[in-house]
């Protein structure tokens, strides 16, 4: 039988690149660069709340790092270090193989030191504590949008919601969609790239994981400001439009996208960055001073949506 | 019916004192001062695992951050910054009330900032992540132990094991004696206070939640020593000394004190330490240049003991 300590080191134990100490002590030690601030962000994934059972262990443990990651890019900083706290019901080897290499896989990519973390025994969940570098007094926050600004989003939304149904046998999608749908939904891309060059033009920004609305309507809130948006800019698979199921990109969780605001006047430039980053940006609307967000279809008519995301206690 | 974002302002946003930005964004932000590095630590607690049904949630509260800030004060550090991430089976106000007291009243005393952390359904789990700041180069590690260094340990150990087997009917102990095991198991003391002016003299240092022996065979293998231990100097209740129950000292996980090593030289400058941070502590053995551990009686005579500490897989 294998030991916490003997699954650590199997599994959880790599060698560092920007950590003076990792995996193995009492806690990790970190250096950070003068004038930079640190932002650190957590998120708990649970067995049937967050994910299905049986879900491939190397998708999940991608996704469950990628979640993050879109976390630390949404504040315009780069992500550097990660603890993981993990229980699972007994200690299954290939499962956990599976399960690391995924998630070194997104680490890897992303440049990511695992930096410590805990493993027990209980029902499946897994716990990540993220954290990045930005420069002093550049992260951007929710609280920042202005009156004007265009509304921007990176990707396409709904992916991950429509490939969850599809899952769940609730929508039935073309072969070719749903395959990519599902790959939104187990190894969505965080948009570190693009996050980390934005804090240069954007006023405000957050990342998309609970839904367009109501991820939009925490900017609002937080900046006192409302939005009007175009039905048909919103960035989302032809199947969307021609269905009309909007309520997946409107109110669809999981999509890990960004959405961010930015004066007119930045436009040519965040395009530039978005070329150079290689991501996919649209501009979805306005910020507008009342305090409502209204969304409008082609012929200029208000339509009327569901306000609330998705909420596991609801 | 609570939102998610309605628990977190119910019971989990306060005031920061040493944060730029707390809960309510993607995530928070830390300013680290010249010169000082970053620890981190995560631990995560489950329900039947770690802690038993009904333990009261206060209690809980308290310890689930209190087991985290002894792994920073084993690091010589001061601990700032916690996350939470809490799965939970349903919105219980009256439970998430009494929780949230017990862990703030254990931040508020060692002045630590609740800076993030999610809430989601599922079955009662407790994750969190905790960061201290230490100057550079100052931090306290397992692999620091020098031959000929005196093995300190702080307070009493061997009394939360003790609690949980009289709570477990294993063992039967005098009323004010049960209480105060009880007291150690549900609401331990971390040695925070003792645990950052440690850095100017200790060689090396750990928290004792595994167990001593188990503890003491992390520094032992991380600093390529062995050590000899005296057991009547290991500090224990009397109880353990005359019913020879010293598997709870030697072997009992969950005391949260810590065991350190310095040279004989600084004998009473770490006395002078203890006095003023008013903590109990006591030389229970030596570092020796032979790569085992021996524990001698009162006659000089190596008893045998169990080298293993607790593992929830096993």
Redesign the interface.
């Known amino acids: 039988?294998?030991?916490?300590f003997e699954?650590i080191d199997q599994y959880f134990k790599k060698k560092m690149k920007q950590t003076?100490?990792g995996v193995?002590?009492?806690?990790?030690?970190?250096?950070?660069k003068?004038n930079?601030?640190?932002?650190?962000?957590?998120?708990?994934l649970?067995?049937?709340?967050?994910f299905l059972k049986n879900t491939n262990p190397a998708h999940l443990g991608w996704k469950s790092l990628a979640v993050n990651l879109s976390?630390?890019a949404?504040?315009g900083?780069i992500p550097k270090?990660a603890?993981?706290?993990?229980?699972l019901p007994?200690?299954n080897h290939g499962w956990l193989k599976e399960f690391s290499k995924g998630f070194f896989k997104c680490a890897d990519q992303f440049g990511i030191d695992l930096?410590?973390?805990?493993t027990?025994?209980?029902?499946l969940?897994i716990?990540i504590?993220?954290?990045?570098e930005?420069k002093?007094n550049k992260?951007l926050?929710?609280?920042g949008a202005k009156i004007n600004d265009d509304i921007w989003v990176t990707g396409q939304l709904g992916m991950a919601s429509m490939g969850l149904a599809s899952l769940q046998g609730k929508l039935k999608l073309a072969p070719s969609l749903k395959v990519k749908c599902i790959n939104a939904l187990e190894t969505p891309s965080p948009k570190v790239l693009i996050g980390s060059h934005l804090s240069r033009y954007a006023n405000s920004?957050?990342?998309i994981s609970d839904g367009l609305i109501q991820d939009l309507s925490h900017i609002l809130k937080?900046s006192t400001v409302g939005a009007s948006l175009l039905l048909n800019k919103i960035p989302c698979d032809q199947f969307i439009h021609t269905s009309k199921k909007y309520q997946f990109a409107l109110n669809g969780g999981d999509d890990y996208e960004l959405l961010f605001t930015a004066s007119k006047k930045h436009r040519l430039s965040i395009e530039k960055i978005a070329k150079k980053t290689n991501t996919a940006i649209s501009v979805i609307g306005v910020i507008t001073q009342n305090k409502t967000l209204k969304i409008m279809d082609q012929k200029g008519k208000s339509i009327s949506f569901n306000k609330k995301g998705f909420?596991?206690?609801?």
Do not use: Q, Y
Request: with cysteine; net charge negative; hydrophobic share 45%.
């Open positions: 039988m294998s030991s916490e699954i003076l100490l193995g002590d009492d806690a990790a030690i970190i250096h950070i003068k930079r601030e640190i932002v650190i962000s957590s998120d708990m649970v067995e049937n709340v967050h976390d630390i949404a504040m900083a270090w603890t993981l706290s993990i229980s007994k200690i930096i410590g973390g805990d027990t025994k209980g029902p969940t716990s504590t993220i954290m990045g930005v002093k992260s926050l929710r609280s920004c957050i990342d937080a909420d596991h206690f609801a």
